[in-house]
């Protein structure tokens, strides 16, 4: 599996969705992983090209409301795309 196409596969899921809304990066390993095949392995790549992505500023990773680093230990994270204004969906300011 090429970065390029777990890029794709994150930034996908984002624009189907409606704005402000996140994806987990587990969807994403289980969009990527071919029927049948065990998506957990592609998990350590998903946080890592999420946590690309969110350094150049082109995506938000955030646990519990708050940004993470999306490879450091600590939990369930979810991805979304960056605010403009600064002011989440949710309402509050990043």
Do not use: F, K, N, Y
């Not at 990527?32 to 350590?44: D, F, H, N, Q, S």
């Amino acid at each position: 599996m090429t970065d390029a196409a777990v890029e794709r596969c994150i930034l996908g899921l984002l624009a189907a969705r409606r704005p402000g809304a996140t994806v987990c990066p587990s969807e994403v390993a289980r969009t990527l992983a071919p029927e049948g095949a065990r998506w957990r392995g592609l998990m350590p790549q998903v946080r890592g090209v999420a946590q690309q992505l969110a350094q150049a500023g082109r995506l938000r990773v955030t646990r519990g409301g708050v940004p993470v680093d999306a490879t450091a230990p600590g939990g369930p994270i979810r991805l979304g795309l960056p605010t403009t204004d600064g002011v989440a969906a949710d309402g509050l300011r990043r």
